[in-house]
């Protein structure tokens, strides 16, 4: 059953009518009936977490907000940035209603002023579109003044980014907002304080997927959602599949379903017959990279057992490579992603990437020694940890553990 | 034409002052208005912006530098921007790359003869799962091979040969 891409499963449940006739805005009753406080904590019990890669459990970091600041804000992270990920596209695109419905719970149980969707840049037409959305919610008297006679007043606008991957984090995303450079702030105050949010006002910033499970959770209450997935990780997650599978694309499934379901089941195992897996990124190009061994493939996509396996689940963008494919070539790949992404404000992921990025081109070109195998192994050691927000870490990630995974692909190019 | 007091997009932009809690914060949406006036970020834009939101120039034109999308300098009439990101090089989006560089007869970066097509890659647009693709003049066009890229081609040079045809 989808929660999320309910679009696969109702025709135009894009259109308001439809989106209502089937369940929509009956969790905002609910909601709206209800305290703030009683909101935020049947989302703290749904054991929801966020979906944009962190885990961060989203009830909590609702409760975070100082309920007696007169100023508070909701900020939406729709900038679906990372390599490999598609799935907060396809929820706009198909069902724009529930993340509308959910960023509004969301405003209503942090008692929020306004809610600002940040859309990459390229998705101008979802924003178009969310716009819309949002116009005839005004015309129903669910968006702006007495929400739904509630006496609850709450605007919803979209906001685009022009192409830059590091907005996708939360404090860059919040100075980009404000008309600064996309750069990271240094934490604390955190954007749930005041001083440390948007227009220095304690905000929210939740991903797409993650809000559009509120409505759900509202409606059909705690206990439904936590009956799907494992007890650490509940709910459904939609799992991007790109590279070498049959069947690439969006799927919805519980936390929980193995990885070998996943590429086997639902996107139809190895692109070609004769080229068996290799090897993937379970959290597109910033996530420890794993070989697909049969161990792997039986582990459940949830964010516990993906640590056991030495990697995260994260955004759930399941980058698929077969054994054709030299993982030299795939960290050069990721690399010169980072590099082009890095900010230039902390200096260990500025002059970091761009050392990775000129030894890896060597190393390919033939001209590196097994010297400069170790020496990009130490760069990249010595980024991780070091800088202000994570970027730093996702580009040590592909480094790190595709030589440790695979120190044959990086000798093959340095021996004479 | 400017953008200042051109009836074109007066209420656009104050859609966009009036969403923001600050003049600032519509430093984004504005930059993306100049570039639909002018076809990119020009010093008459960035002016222009800076004028409107009582900021100074300089101040516009890092934020213009800093984002991807914002075009710093003249570019052929289509934009096409190719995803050469992980997912779509497994696809092949590389050699797709390559070959429609050479198809143009254009470098990365450069603009074709005729002035209707500039070739560069971008990282990831979202589009994963329907690798080949690109971006022209910031619309997705996926699932591509050489054949559907022919015709895409041979449409939009037509498009450009109709009088009075905007920008994509």
């Given amino acids: 059953m989808h929660i999320l891409l309910r679009g696969r499963d109702i025709k135009?449940?894009?259109?308001?009518?439809?989106?209502?006739?089937?369940?929509?805005?009956?969790?905002?009753?609910?909601?709206?009936?209800?305290?703030?406080?009683?909101?935020?904590?049947?989302?703290?019990?749904?054991?929801?977490?966020?979906?944009?890669?962190?885990?961060?459990?989203?009830?909590?970091?609702?409760?975070?907000?100082?309920?007696?600041?007169?100023?508070?804000?909701?900020?939406?992270?729709?900038?679906?940035?990372?390599?490999?990920?598609?799935?907060?596209?396809?929820?706009?695109?198909?069902?724009?209603?529930?993340?509308?419905?959910?960023?509004?719970?969301?405003?209503?149980?942090?008692?929020?002023?306004?809610?600002?969707?940040?859309?990459?840049?390229?998705?101008?037409?979802?924003?178009?579109?969310?716009?819309?959305?949002?116009?005839?919610?005004?015309?129903?008297?669910?968006?702006?003044?007495?929400?739904?006679?509630?006496?609850?007043?709450?605007?919803?606008?979209?906001?685009?980014?022009?192409?830059?991957?590091?907005?996708?984090?939360?404090?860059?995303l919040l100075n980009s907002l404000e008309g600064y450079l996309g750069q990271p702030r240094v934490r604390p105050p955190f954007p749930a304080q005041k001083g440390g949010g948007l227009y220095k006002e304690a905000t929210v910033v939740n991903n797409v997927e993650t809000l559009a499970n509120v409505p759900f959770i509202l409606s059909e209450g705690a206990d439904a959602f936590k009956a799907i997935g494992t007890e650490q990780s509940t709910g459904n997650k939609i799992y991007?599949?790109?590279?070498?599978?049959?069947?690439?694309?969006?799927?919805?499934?519980?936390?929980?379903?193995?990885?070998?379901?996943?590429?086997?089941?639902?996107?139809?195992?190895?692109?070609?017959?004769?080229?068996?897996?290799?090897?993937?990124?379970?959290?597109?190009?910033?996530?420890?990279?794993?070989?697909?061994?049969?161990?792997?493939?039986?582990?459940?996509?949830?964010?516990?057992?993906?640590?056991?396996?030495?990697?995260?689940?994260?955004?759930?963008?399941?980058?698929?490579?077969?054994?054709?494919?030299?993982?030299?070539?795939?960290?050069?790949?990721?690399t010169k992603f980072f590099k082009h992404e890095s900010c230039g404000k902390c200096t260990p992921c500025r002059e970091g990437t761009y050392w990775l990025d000129k030894v890896i081109d060597r190393i390919l070109d033939g001209r590196g020694t097994p010297d400069d195998v170790k020496r990009i192994a130490d760069v990249a050691e010595n980024m991780a940890g070091t800088t202000l927000c994570a970027l730093g870490d996702f580009a040590a990630n592909p480094i790190i553990h595709t030589i440790r995974h695979f120190p044959d692909d990086f000798a093959q190019h340095v021996q004479a | 034409m400017a953008i200042m007091g051109n009836p074109k997009y007066e209420a656009?932009?104050?859609?966009?002052?009036?969403?923001?809690?600050?003049?600032?914060?519509?430093?984004?949406?504005?930059?993306?208005?100049?570039?639909?006036?002018?076809?990119?970020?020009?010093?008459?834009?960035?002016?222009?912006?800076?004028?409107?939101?009582?900021?100074?120039?300089?101040?516009?034109?890092?934020?213009?530098?800093?984002?991807?999308?914002?075009?710093?300098?003249p570019k052929g009439k289509y934009w096409l921007q190719v995803c050469t990101d992980l997912p779509c090089a497994l696809k092949g989006a590389d050699e797709f790359h390559a070959w429609l560089k050479e198809e143009l007869g254009v470098q990365e970066g450069g603009t074709s003869g005729d002035g209707l097509f500039t070739v560069d890659h971008v990282m990831c647009l979202a589009a994963c799962d329907k690798a080949p693709m690109m971006q022209c003049n910031f619309r997705y066009v996926e699932n591509l091979d050489q054949d559907k890229t022919r015709e895409l081609l041979a449409m939009w040079r037509a498009e450009a040969a109709q009088p009075d045809n905007g920008r994509g």
């Fill in chain 1, 12 to 172: 135009n449940i894009k259109q308001f009518d439809v989106y209502e006739k089937h369940g929509g805005f009956a969790g905002m009753k609910k909601a709206l009936a209800m305290e703030p406080a009683e909101v935020i904590d049947v989302v703290k019990a749904s054991g929801l977490r966020g979906r944009g890669g962190a885990g961060f459990p989203t009830g909590v970091k609702w409760s975070f907000i100082p309920q007696q600041e007169p100023v508070k804000f909701v900020t939406v992270n729709a900038d679906e940035s990372e390599t490999g990920t598609f799935k907060d596209r396809e929820i706009m695109e198909e069902n724009p209603y529930q993340l509308i419905e959910g960023s509004l719970i969301c405003a209503y149980a942090i008692q929020a002023k306004a809610v600002y969707i940040y859309l990459r840049g390229e998705f101008w037409d979802i924003g178009d579109q969310l716009d819309e959305c949002i116009e005839a919610l005004r015309e129903k008297g669910y968006v702006g003044k007495n929400i739904m006679g509630a006496g609850y007043d709450c605007e919803v606008y979209t906001h685009l980014g022009a192409g830059a991957y590091i907005c996708g984090e939360e404090s860059a």
């Fill in chain 1, 240 to 334: 991007c599949v790109s590279g070498h599978v049959k069947r690439p694309g969006n799927y919805e499934l519980p936390m929980g379903a193995t990885f070998r379901q996943l590429l086997y089941e639902q996107a139809g195992g190895p692109l070609h017959d004769d080229r068996p897996f290799k090897a993937m990124l379970p959290s597109g190009g910033s996530g420890p990279m794993v070989p697909l061994t049969d161990e792997v493939l039986d582990t459940p996509m949830s964010y516990e057992d993906c640590a056991n396996i030495g990697t995260i689940i994260g955004s759930a963008s399941i980058i698929v490579m077969d054994e054709t494919v030299d993982m030299t070539w795939v960290a050069s790949k990721v």
């Fill in chain 2, 12 to 73: 656009r932009i104050n859609q966009h002052l009036a969403k923001y809690e600050t003049k600032r914060s519509a430093v984004m949406p504005l930059l993306f208005i100049a570039q639909e006036e002018y076809g990119w970020v020009n010093p008459d834009g960035i002016n222009e912006v800076a004028q409107i939101l009582n900021l100074d120039p300089t101040q516009v034109k890092s934020i213009a530098g800093f984002y991807t999308m914002y075009s710093e300098k």
